[in-house]
């Protein structure tokens, strides 16, 4: 059964490795940076939320990860070699998949150290969000998170149904698909239809600065 | 007493929770992003200082850190969406609280673990700054930090004061208030006569890059 | 023994605070901003490795970093008041120097934990690249590290280098000097004859973001 999750974690890993590698390339960048760019993306997430739960950095003695990452790459820039150009909407594709995946996976690794309800849902929300966030910090782009579309808030409703479910005694799977479907729909939803959460009422003429 | 303290700590909670949602306006963002910013200005700097001392970081099993920036970051919403505009002032204002009560809790925390009075500078410099550099790195704007006024310094003469109050034995309580109080006013001097220590002799026709 | 390496360790400290208290310069900055940046850039690429690695921060309990990095800002910020510019050729190179000792010092801490070949590598491209890293997202350059030029991947060649000498018994202080010219030779190579390794075949007309 860890044999699955460990194969869902390698999936969320190559997903985001190829995201930090759309990216590396949408900003004409080249040579070895676009590896540690996608590995950043990749593993980002998970390294801070280990280091904060102070448990073992997840990828530290399981050289899986590092290949995973080194293929993912390895095969997105055959495959831009091939097609110069790609649709801005398969990277946001790419990272919809990411973050359900890295929500999930890092709210059940919270939820097993027995951490408050309230931690577990902000240790899915890292897992899924930090790692693009460290990636478009880098790539010198406004982090996804931060604009308007719903982003961080689907890891939210996506976690905080898995942690009830878990609480409702529903099989660790079925909650962990319900969970992450959530947020795949949700952030599927957000991205086709412009879907955000207005909390500040800008008027038209505002001092902004 | 520990009370009391924690008391203070939720208190700089709130005020960078609230200059994280400022600037959040400032930079017309949306949605639930203002939030993570917010909790990022928050508790990043505590988060880091945790890290590196390598004690449990305090947010994790402690639910009351996160309502409180709910409810900072809520209240000011709710003032924004009321008064469309506010001065740059108050945001300056809030950060220099949030300095203040961060550097010192951060020394505080450096000094029971007995590292040497550098390093409880340093962290408290950490834990007053790096929250606000974080802020300042995701909303793509120059740290306040990195500008020619004094901020660092702020925190590294009040530090230094309660440490050396410490060691004369004076009571934590006296120590940690005249620690924090120089932080405040230096911060405040230094934003209303913009005081800076200059280090480097600029020429005019400097060939800057 | 271990006494020279702490030697080597604060040379590398050192020419990573010149590096940031040029590109401070650079950027006009001013006041204790200036040797924020300056240690950001010398100590937090091993700051990482050590949180990743979970073993205690290096600078927590020793003092000597602190002040090699106080010494090199104050001599840098000399040198700078005299002479009023200086060719960027001598930041990358203080860059080159600081990375081939940080790199070789990374990799080796992390082969004592005895962690997997490739984390060993990891390690050495975190120790030697992630405080630059931090040092452009702060002066908000782009990072040198995702340059087109060879930059991680010479400390992949002289860590993966120094791995095999190791395994192959070879003794520690040789195989860190092959590992380390290794590294600086491929870095100034790449610097002189603007080497880089593309990976994407960026056509003429391509249509970047």
Redesign the interface.
């Known amino acids: 059964m860890n044999e699955l999750y460990h194969w869902f974690d390698l999936l969320g890993v190559a997903v985001f490795a190829i995201s930090g590698t759309l990216i ?14 996608a590995s950043v993306t990749a593993i980002g997430g998970g ?1 801070i939320r280990d ?4 448990v ?2 997840f ?3 399981d ?1 899986s990860y ?2 995973t990452i080194l293929v993912a790459v390895a095969l997105t ?1 055959l495959w ?2 091939h097609r ?2 790609f649709p ?1 909407y398969y990277l946001q594709l790419a990272d919809a998949f990411g973050l359900s995946f890295f929500a999930i996976m890092g709210a059940r690794k919270a939820i097993m150290l027995e ?2 309800d ?2 577990v849902v ?1 240790m899915a ?1 890292m897992t899924g ?1 930090f790692g693009g ?1 460290i990636r478009d ?4 782009e ?2 996804m ?9 689907t890891c ?1 409703a996506g976690a905080t149904l898995y942690t009830q479910l878990i609480h409702l005694n529903v099989v660790d799977e079925l909650a962990m698909i319900a969970g992450g479907i959530t947020i795949l729909l949700l952030r599927l939803a957000a991205l086709r239809w412009k879907i ?8 038209e003429n ?4």
Chains 1, 2, 3 share one sequence.
Not at 145 to 153: Q, R, V
Request: net charge positive.
């Open positions: 590396a390339h949408n900003k004409s960048m080249d040579g070895f940076g676009v590896i540690v760019l390294t280091l904060i739960l102070d073992p950095v990828w530290v003695s050289t590092i290949i820039i831009l070699n110069q150009s801005n951490v408050p309230t931690t902000i929300v969000c966030v910090v880098l790539a010198r406004i982090p998170l931060l604009k308007g579309e719903l982003y961080a808030i939210i955000g959460i207005p909390v500040f009422r800008y008027s505002n001092n902004r600065q």
